[in-house]
């Protein structure tokens, strides 16, 4: 079975710009969570989405908005990029909430100039 | 009281040696506290987790240890093997919310031959 996978792989913008990143979740996943990893340190939360719902969201900026799609997939937008926004974007699926160990994608990595 | 910190941050172990990393947190609400390893290029994959009503869980050679009374676990991996050289994160949540996981600075280990 295909695991969680993330599109695109690498990701060049210039400040101000704005960027969509992708995740599918594994088949049959409902929940998918995103985090930023910035270089060095753990991953940070950004927001839950359960049932197509927002069910967490981090500490982060108006800037970043996700949605979840009828078929699970996910979206992470972010809007007026700063250089600070360099980082690894992580998606992670599970099958539901509670405990449900969450299976991690490799990640989209975003440069901002 | 979000916070979760790890050390060491760098961990040179001789093969077959035993490897051991440890965290403290501060929000006594936390009830579940997973370690995750992550490789370089690839998303973080759950090792092992535990929750606080028990005080060590084992799976292969990978043991946690859980200090209620502390606030601290650790990760202990025995007869370390230069595939296990990865960075650790330690993490934790509530139960209650547990995809919003709250993630150490990291632990970059790495087993010599």
């Known amino acids: 079975d295909a695991g969680v996978t993330q599109s695109p792989t690498h990701l060049i913008k210039t400040r101000g710009q704005h960027v969509t990143l992708r995740c599918s979740p594994i088949s049959g996943h409902k929940s998918v969570s995103w985090y930023q990893q910035v270089l060095g340190q753990g991953p940070q939360f950004i927001f839950q989405y359960y049932e197509k719902e927002e069910r967490g969201r981090g500490n982060f900026p108006d800037r970043f908005s996700a949605r979840q799609f009828p078929n699970y997939s996910s979206e992470l937008n972010v809007n007026a990029l700063l250089l600070g926004d360099s980082a690894l974007y992580l998606c992670a699926s599970s099958p539901g909430q509670g405990t449900d160990t969450q299976y991690f994608g490799p990640g989209t990595r975003l440069t901002v100039l | 009281q979000q916070q979760v910190k790890q050390s060491p941050q760098s961990l040179i172990v001789q093969k077959g040696g035993i490897s051991i990393i440890n965290c403290a947190y501060e929000n006594t609400a936390f009830d579940y506290f997973p370690w995750y390893q992550q490789f370089p290029g690839k998303g973080p994959a759950l090792l092992i987790a535990?929750?606080?009503?028990?005080s060590e869980k084992k799976e292969g050679r990978f043991t946690i240890s859980f200090n209620k009374s502390a606030k601290q676990f650790s990760l202990h991996i025995m007869d370390s093997q230069p595939g296990d050289s990865a960075t650790y994160f330690c993490a934790a949540s509530l139960i209650q919310g547990a995809q919003k996981l709250v993630f150490g600075q990291g632990t970059r280990l790495t087993i010599n031959p």
């Open positions: 535990i929750r606080p009503d028990v």
